[in-house]
């Protein structure tokens, strides 16, 4: 079983639905880019989540999950799909060999 710990601004979430890494490589650099989503009905996460907040996901096999780093980024984009008690929300974002000075 693989197990996984997200945090976004300093804050633990255990009730993510779905996350996606997708790692991005060229001769020069690589990049990954997250998508992770959460069930947010009634608006319950509506000011959990902020464009530049950062975000950390580890995940390991059949132990803590807080012993492998798999990416440090930050958030590019919060959307809010659906209505009332169907709600979710996406956080979108890339780590920060993506982000360039």
């Known amino acids: 079983m693989i197990n996984t710990k ?9 009730n993510y639905l779905n996350v996606t890494l997708k790692r991005s490589t060229s001769k020069f650099s690589a990049t990954t880019n997250f998508n992770i ?14 464009v530049g ?3 950390i996901v580890y995940a390991d096999e059949d132990t803590d999950p807080a012993t492998t780093k ?7 984009d919060v ?11 996406s956080i979108r974002g ?3 060999t993506g982000h360039y000075s």
Do not use: M, W
């Not at 997200?6 to 255990?14: D, H, N």
């Not at 959460?38 to 989540?49: D, I, K, V």
């Not at 798999?70 to 590019?76: D, K, P, Q, S």
């Open 37 to 50: 989503t959460f069930p947010s009905p009634y608006g319950r996460h509506a000011g959990n989540f902020t």
């Open 70 to 76: 798999l990416v440090t980024g930050i958030i590019e």
């Open 6 to 14: 997200i945090t976004v601004g300093g804050v633990e979430y255990s």
């Open 53 to 55: 907040d950062e975000v």
């Open 79 to 89: 959307k809010f799909q659906g209505v009332e008690n169907t709600q979710q929300v």
């Open 94 to 96: 890339r780590d920060y």
